[in-house]
Each structure stands twice: as structure tokens, then as C-alpha cells.
């Protein structure tokens, strides 16, 4: 079945950076693109952005532009998408999805992975 | 950006009710670009409804979607214990935004 999967819970200090992975499976990685979306505890959903396996094209939301790089290796099937310049704010369970051409809607989700940023 | 609204923030309903669900869009979104998750505690959100009205595969027939332009609706026609949880809509216009969540719980 179609699934992602996600690296281990991180926690990195103030000024840091993390880099999450994402692996596919149970489809053609290079034929859907990538989103990555990020929930605070207790909050709701934030997108951060997108990126194609295929050609490795990105496009980021204004919020994260310069802080946030979404990178792929299609030999394992593997997204990444790491954050830079940490701050307390950014603590949060990051999920990667695969969108679905034509509507762009998630399905399915990656299981998510906790960053937690503390000094 | 377009911003979306949800209502209401909760929704106090006993199971084998009806819940409806609101998502009022700042702008008007394409029906195609209208999709609802749903997040239980814990879990990662999963897709329900795609394209404003079609069933994600899986997903119950107890579970509707309706609306255009700037008014959506999400619809459980009796509610079951396992559908009690926070549900989200999503739009794609020139970015994705998510609301703000709607939480079903038990009354």
C-alpha cells in the first residue's frame, strides 16, 4: 500500500537546523509531488510547501522563504525538507503528504515527526 | 491568500447525530481545489473528501461534502463513536491554506 514514512522525533537547540526525511513507498515517487505541513501542539495545520521528485522544483509559502529547503534522493525514494535558523516557534510535528494532481489534496500522510526546539 | 473560516469551532453531539460543518473561503475557491481531513488525537490527518464532494476511498457513506464558491459544507449523517475528532478544510488557490479545525466531541 501507499504509505511515507517518516525519521525520528529531533531535538535541536535555538540557531540549529533539522532535516527531516520522508521515504516512500507503494507508488512511482517521481509521479507525485511532495508537501510538507506542520502542526504546533494544540494548534492547527501551517503548509510550508511543495516539491516535485521529478525535477526537484520547490515553491515554498512566504513564511519559511529562506529558512526552509526541500530536497529529494529518488535512488531510495526519500524526501527531505530541513528548517534552518530554529527558533522556539518552530517547535512542532512535521508531517510530509503526497498530493494528488489535479486538486492537489494530501493523501497519504507520513506519521509525522516532533521537532522540539529548546536550549 | 485566501483565508478560511470554520464553524463551529466545536460542535457537542451525541453519537447517532447529524453534525454539520462549515468552511467559509475569503475568496472563491474552485470546487476542484476543496478538500476535508480529519485528525484524531495522536494520529497524522487523513484525507475524507476531495474535489469539495467525492468520498476519499474508504471513507463511509455517512460522510458528505457540498458547497461552492465560498461555501463548503462537510456533513456526518449519523455520528459514530469513531468519528469524533477535529476536522479541517484545506484550498489550493495560489498557495494551500488549511482552517482553523472544527471539533467534534462527544455531548
Known amino acids: 500500500q501507499v504509505q511515507l514514512v517518516q525519521s525520528g522525533a529531533e531535538v535541536k537547540k535555538p540557531g540549529a537546523s533539522v532535516k527531516v526525511s520522508c521515504k516512500a513507498s507503494g507508488y512511482t515517487f517521481t509521479s507525485y509531488d511532495i508537501n510538507w505541513v506542520r502542526q504546533a501542539t494544540g494548534q492547527g495545520l501551517e503548509w510550508m510547501g511543495w516539491m516535485n521528485p521529478n525535477s526537484g522544483n520547490t515553491g515554498y509559502a512566504q513564511k519559511f522563504q529562506g529558512r526552509v529547503t526541500m530536497t529529494r534522493n529518488t535512488s531510495i525514494s526519500t524526501a527531505y525538507m530541513e528548517l534552518s535558523s530554529l527558533r522556539s516557534e518552530d517547535t512542532a510535528v512535521y508531517y510530509c503528504a503526497r498530493e494528488i494532481p489535479g486538486g492537489s489534496w494530501f493523501d497519504p500522510w507520513g506519521q509525522g515527526t516532533l521537532v522540539t526546539v529548546s536550549s | 491568500e485566501i483565508v478560511l473560516t470554520q464553524s463551529p469551532g466545536t460542535l457537542s453531539l451525541s453519537p447517532g447525530e447529524r453534525a454539520t460543518l462549515s468552511c467559509r473561503a475569503s475568496?472563491?475557491?474552485?470546487?476542484?481545489?476543496l478538500a476535508w481531513y480529519q485528525q484524531k488525537p495522536g494520529q497524522a490527518p487523513r484525507l475524507l473528501i476531495y474535489?469539495?464532494?467525492s468520498r476519499a476511498t474508504g471513507i463511509p457513506d455517512r460522510f458528505s461534502g457540498s458547497g461552492s464558491g465560498t461555501d463548503f459544507t462537510l456533513t456526518i449523517s449519523r455520528l459514530e463513536p469513531e468519528d469524533f475528532a477535529v476536522y479541517y478544510c484545506?484550498?489550493?488557490?495560489?498557495?494551500?491554506?488549511f482552517g482553523p479545525g472544527t471539533k467534534v466531541d462527544i455531548k
Open positions: 484545506q484550498q489550493y488557490g495560489s498557495s494551500v491554506t
Open positions: 474535489g469539495a464532494s
Open positions: 475568496q472563491s475557491v474552485s470546487s476542484s481545489y
